[in-house]
């Protein structure tokens, strides 16, 4: 939590020193002025716990440079050509609706004249800001699991690759343990961060001496009917089914596959939202195994 704490921190601080000097000089040296720091997360909706741990990740670090100082300097705020600055946060809620983040984006700078926005969260979310932010002259700096955004030639923005590493690996370590020898994967096509998880699975999994019987790959963005996926994976009689989505595919993923019958374990690249509890039911979910994980 620690280490996470200071990356945070010292990447907040890069951010926001590259902010200073994207926005025109202050006109009252030696005054404290206000930085206004962007936040775009999903605070509301099915993955809410992933925005809300990025917003107090950021709180955290912006509470501390206002009061202490970036590293080697002495608060209160930062410290830049003579001139200090105070932090403040001004978020957008994008409700995890890629369409919104764009939306997000310009409205930060309209309402607030951001020049950096912390977030948001998936590939397909950072890419819909990056449509936007060099026009609106916005550092981003976005949270994804797959590198294809360091590949896109975007001069403001600086990315942190969540390491797909860090649910596939022990996630197909656990499979082994619980004594399962085959399984098939239902990853969501339309992100490469979790496609890339289920080949982190599928590759230990394998070096361990079991074996993926199928590998699917749907657009969870567009399917809303898992039914005829489920029956063919299930013709395949695995011991489990790992499945690499986000709430709410996941729970339609696995609503399905209980209605055609599957009746074995599954296992989850990421913890289960409340809602999902309900609409699955905690019966049928016995015996499956889970990832769970936060900024903090």
């Known amino acids: ?91 957008y809620d994008d409700k995890f609706d890629p369409a919104m983040d764009a939306i997000g984006l310009r409205r930060l700078s309209e309402r607030y004249d951001v020049k950096v926005v912390q977030g948001p969260i998936a590939v397909p979310h950072v890419m819909s800001a ?76 394998e070096e361990l001496g079991g074996k993926i019987l199928s590998y699917e790959k749907p657009d969870a963005s567009m399917t809303t009917d898992y039914h005829s996926i489920m029956t063919k994976v299930k013709a395949k009689d695995p011991d489990f089914i790992f499945i690499s989505m986000l709430d709410p595919q996941l729970a339609v993923a696995t609503l399905h596959a209980r209605d055609i019958g599957y009746s074995k374990p599954f296992i989850f690249n990421s913890e289960l939202s409340t809602e999902t509890e309900k609409v699955v039911g905690l019966k049928n979910l016995e015996g499956s195994v889970l990832n769970i994980w936060q900024y903090l």
């Open 1 to 91: 939590m620690k280490k996470r704490l200071l990356a945070v921190l010292i990447c907040f601080s890069l951010m926001v020193a590259s902010a200073l000097m994207l926005s025109p000089a202050s006109a009252s040296a030696g005054e404290m002025e206000t930085l206004n720091y962007g936040v775009i997360a999903p605070v509301t909706g099915p993955v809410a716990k992933f925005g809300l741990g990025l917003l107090r990740a950021v709180q955290i670090a912006t509470d501390r440079i206002n009061n202490n100082g970036t590293l080697g300097n002495n608060g209160p705020g930062i410290l830049v050509n003579g001139q200090r600055y105070k932090i403040k946060i001004v978020s």
């Open 130 to 205: 990056m449509s936007l932010n060099v026009e609106l002259g916005i550092l981003l700096g976005s949270q994804a699991g797959s590198d294809s955004l360091q590949k896109t030639g975007n001069p403001l923005i600086i990315h942190d690759r969540i390491g797909v590493e860090w649910a596939g690996i022990p996630l197909a370590e656990g499979a082994i343990a619980q004594g399962w020898k085959n399984g098939c994967i239902v990853a969501d096509g339309s992100n490469p961060g979790w496609v890339d998880q289920g080949l982190v699975f599928k590759k230990r999994f």
